[in-house]
């Protein structure tokens, strides 16, 4: 018989019944030092303090009106991430794959409006939008899309580097925006280089195609600064973001440009509970914790540290590690041994760490990690890699 949830994830048996900073308790009274935040959501770890007071401010005032009103804690939030990014203006939805769905439509609209027939989004092998019809269609991945055709059309995918493909396609004039993560999280932590997102930039400035970025999980402060793209220098003409904005209240949203979001007038999209009062008073204490003074700075160190604590796992276990990858609080272990069997050790061993493509272990802890818990968290993964060393070599024996 199904079960009463729909059977959809293969899920660990735990149970978690409360949570503090980076620590989750299950029902036994076991405490887990947790580096997958809800995967890169509760981006200032469980329970924050600051966090719990202003949901517990706002649920006494107001939950939900809809957006039939004006909202001002939402233009509060609007207002604040104008003010810290390239946008001109946002739209709140509740998940990623909701913002991956209005940037898709936004494009479509410009295009539209211009006047021009660009039938072509292009994306990237490797690449996550979210689990929608629009999501898996835009993504292509076999694993996604296989049984659920017919896909929506006009997405076009290229591997990851190819170059040459990417700017003959880009010649025909045919394409009306480049969607891609400046870092991959799904795909494995693949993080694209500087200069490649310089030259997506370029590429789409003379093709006039819009740039078009997922920072759903790279983005809000995961590398070390508040977006990813700020690292290379350029901005987006739409950027998608969610997970780590609401701080693990559902929130997500969708920047972008005046000239990109022309033709987004009333009655063109909406949302039910988009950008309701609750979620946007947290994500807007969210964007004031990381946007104050120092936060990055000292951000930055402890990732480093992070980074060489990692290094050093790797090092000393070959036999289960091949290479750090990713940059931030945004790190991938790319392993020679089964992913799973590491993530499944470290269940043993009270350290919660996540899977990705490419055999990769992803480690996402909350951004507020300590200098501490990061060598807690080494420690763990230490007994972790050299249990799995142990099994692999005792099953070969
Ligand atoms: C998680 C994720 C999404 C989808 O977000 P949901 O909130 O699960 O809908 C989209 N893009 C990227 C890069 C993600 O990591």
Redesign the pocket.
Known sequence: MIASVLPTYNRAPLRFTHGEGCWLTDTEGTRYLDLVAG?AVNALGHAHPALVQVLGEQARRLWHVSNLYRIPEQEALADRLVAETFADTVFFTN????A?ELAIKMIRKHWHEKGEERPVILTFEGA????STG?IAAAGSEKMVKGFGPLMPGFRQLAWGDHDGLRDLMAKGEVAAVMI?PVQ??GGIRVLPDACLKGLRDLCDETGALLVL?E??CGMGRTGRLFAHEWAGIVPDIM?V??GIGGGFPL?AVLATQAAAAGMTAGTHGSTYGGNPLGCAVGLKVLETLTAPGFFEDLRRRAGSLRQAAEGLVASHPEVFEEVRGTGLMLGLKCRLPAGDVVQAGYDAHVLTVPAAENVVRLLPALTISEAEIAEAMARLDRAARAVAQAASGSAA
């Not at 998940?95 to 909701?98: A, I, L, Y």
């Not at 996550?128 to 689990?131: D, V």
């Open positions: 995967i998940s990623g794959t909701e991956a996550f939008h979210g689990r999501a993560e999280g799904e997922d759903v999980q998608m969610a997970k997500g």
